[in-house]
C-alpha cells in the first residue's frame, strides 16, 4: 500500500475580499473620521469658552482701592439713608405748636440732629426762664420727642431785655 503524499504548505491561504467586508472597512473609517471632526468641534468650543471666561475674570477683578472706595460710599449712603429717616416733619411741627403755645415768647435759634444717637439738640432764647421752661414742658408731651431735657440756660446781659439763652436736648421718637 502506497501512503498518500504529505503536502506541507506554510503559506496561509489567501483571504479573498469580498462586499461585506469592504463596506463593513468603508463604514468604520467614516464612523473614525466623523468622531475626529466631532472631537475637533468640541475642542474648539472648548477653547472659545475658556477664552470668554479668561475675559469675564479679567472684568470681575477688583482691585482693592475700589473695594475701599465701595465700602466708603456704602457707610456714606448708609449715613444719607439715616439723614433721610429722621421725621423732620414731626419734630418741626411739634417745636412750631410749642413756639406757638408759648405766645411769641420763645425763639429756636438752632437745631443739630444728631442721626445715629436719634437724638437733636435745640438753642433758643426766650424773654425769661420760666418761659423756656413752659417751653421744655410743652415738648414733653410731643407725639415725636422723648424726653426733652433742659441742658443749660443763661441770662444775656448784653441785650437791654435780658433774654435767657437755652440749650436743650430730646430723642426723637420712629413714627410709623
Avoid at 4 to 9: F, R
Avoid at 42 to 63: D, I, P, S
Avoid at 96 to 112: F, K, P, Q, T
Wanted: charged share 25%.
Amino acid at each position: 500500500m502506497k501512503a498518500p503524499p504529505v503536502m506541507l504548505d506554510f503559506a496561509a491561504p489567501r483571504v479573498q475580499i469580498t462586499l461585506p467586508g469592504v463596506l463593513l472597512m468603508v463604514l468604520g473609517i467614516g464612523a473614525a473620521a466623523a468622531a475626529c471632526l466631532e472631537y475637533r468641534a468640541v475642542e474648539m468650543r472648548r477653547a472659545g469658552l475658556e477664552v470668554k471666561l479668561a475675559v469675564a475674570l479679567q472684568h470681575t477683578r477688583r482691585n482693592p482701592a475700589d473695594g475701599v472706595r465701595t465700602l466708603r460710599l456704602s457707610e456714606e449712603a448708609a449715613k444719607v439713608a439715616g439723614e433721610l429717616g429722621t421725621p423732620w416733619t414731626a419734630v418741626l411741627s411739634d417745636l412750631e405748636v410749642a413756639s406757638r403755645d408759648s405766645a411769641g415768647s420763645v425763639s429756636v435759634l438752632s437745631i443739630e440732629p444728631d442721626a445715629e444717637k436719634h437724638r437733636v439738640r435745640i438753642n433758643g432764647e426766650s424773654k425769661d426762664l420760666s418761659g423756656a421752661l413752659a417751653y421744655v414742658g410743652r415738648l414733653q408731651g410731643s407725639r415725636s420727642l422723648l424726653y426733652p431735657m433742659l441742658d443749660s440756660h443763661e441770662l444775656v446781659a448784653d441785650d437791654k431785655d435780658h433774654p435767657v439763652r437755652f440749650a436743650m436736648s430730646a430723642q426723637w421718637r420712629e413714627l410709623p
